[in-house]
């Protein structure tokens, strides 16, 4: 697989919280939206991916993205709670909360 070879770095910057004070309206949220997927699919190598998530994320959020989508490959792959729990260091509550994700549709985990 291509990640594997490559070593990315990634430069994070400090990062306001966010608060639920803090939500878009809607219309806003879903324009807000289309602007990021545009963003990841203008990026063609991943050296640029890994700027533009370091530019959008914080690490912490870098990890739980990444974590997540290591959960799903686990899960896809029949992997058991235990095995997930032991490899990513996660809870039995987001191994669970990403398998819901999966059984209610998951089409962007399995792509």
């Known amino acids: 697989m291509l990640c594997e070879a490559v070593e990315i770095k990634f430069i994070f910057k400090s990062m306001a ?3 639920s004070k803090q939500k878009l309206d ?11 997927c ?6 063609k190598k991943l050296p640029e991916a890994a700027k533009v998530l370091g530019d959008l994320l914080s690490e912490q ?7 997540r989508l290591q959960i799903a490959k686990l899960l896809l792959q029949q992997k058991t709670y235990a095995d997930i729990r032991k490899a990513l260091k ?3 509550q987001t191994i ?6 999966l059984q209610q ?7």
């Open 17 to 19: 919280k966010f608060t």
């Open 26 to 36: 809607k219309e806003t949220r879903q324009k807000a939206l289309l602007e990021l």
């Open 38 to 43: 545009h963003a990841i699919v203008i990026v």
């Open 61 to 67: 959020e870098v990890d739980m993205v990444a974590k």
């Open 90 to 92: 996660v809870s039995q």
């Open 96 to 101: 669970a909360r990403v398998n819901l994700w």
């Open 105 to 111: 549709g998951g089409a962007g985990y399995r792509m």
